[in-house]
């Protein structure tokens, strides 16, 4: 697997050789990606190549799940169109699909307070009983105790931080409240500032499905302070509807999750990919601060 990124020339020789009715648009980089490296095809469509080893089975996910969610969904998602099949030009699976227009919420944060609703229409609709072959993930929908590795592991990102204190305290609480008593929901998994874009503020689309799955929906809702401006959080929940005080608690934990998660990769990176993300340490910091304002 090619981590510092594919040449023009062989992606442009892909979508020839397999989709010649679309050779002929315009083809340029886009920044961002990690799992993936993303190319804008045309003015409506994106070709996104896999750069990391769980890249392929993250696009097989996606493109066999996210158009039978897409249509209920209030926001643009990057529907996969067509499929790219290993080659003896590039071994792994590889594909095309709806470009969603925006900017990232990691380098543009959501400021619109009316994004509330929004974000938890989005997941209103995703949120409905998954099928028996719906994918599981062990790190996502599961309860944070199922997670590798213990409280001090996590919270060792922000040892010196004055409030890793307040932090371990609710993660402790989500550990501890009752677990999802129902069926597991649909999940996109992945809610960070990197996964959703932004128009004018408010949210405008939500990308990268690849962890799709079910489980408990907390490991979402979280994105009420991962993504959500400051003092939104009640707005969010108020609108979403039916989420109790377990279920709160435990999308508290899941949102400390991610912020040392967002913290730790935007210093160090992960899975061998090369640098960290300089946007998602400030994106982590935003995040712990807003859940532990909600204490």
Partial sequence: MDESGFEPDLVRALVREQHPDLADLELRAVAGGWDN???????????????????PDLLRTER??????????????????????????????????????????????????????????????LHRPAPADAPANPARGVPLAELPHDL??????????????????????AVAAPV??????????????ANVVVREGRLAGVVDFGELCAGDPATDLAAAWVLLPAGTASRFFEAYGHADDATVA????????????????????RLGLPGGKPTWEPAGYATLERVLAAN
């Fill in 180 to 193: 999802w008593p129902g069926a597991p929901l649909w999940l996109h998994g992945d809610l960070h500032p």
């Fill in 64 to 125: 066999k799940w996210l158009p039978v969610l897409a249509g209920r969904l209030p926001l643009p998602t990057p529907v996969p169109v067509r499929a790219g099949e290993p080659s003896a030009r590039f071994e792994h699976t590889w594909t095309i699909a709806r470009w969603v227009e925006g900017e990232p919420a990691d380098r543009t944060p959501i400021t619109r307070a009316d994004s509330a609703e929004t974000l938890a229409g989005f997941l209103e609709a």
């Fill in 152 to 173: 001090d592991d996590w919270l060792a990102v922000i040892a010196d931080h004055a409030n890793a204190g307040a932090a371990r305290e609710i993660l402790e609480k």
């Fill in 250 to 269: 435990r999308a508290r934990g899941w949102a400390v999750w991610r912020a040392l998660a967002l913290i730790s990769i935007g210093r160090n990176g």
């Fill in 37 to 55: 490296q993303l190319w804008r095809l045309g003015p409506e469509l994106a070709v996104r190549m896999p750069r990391s080893e769980r890249a």
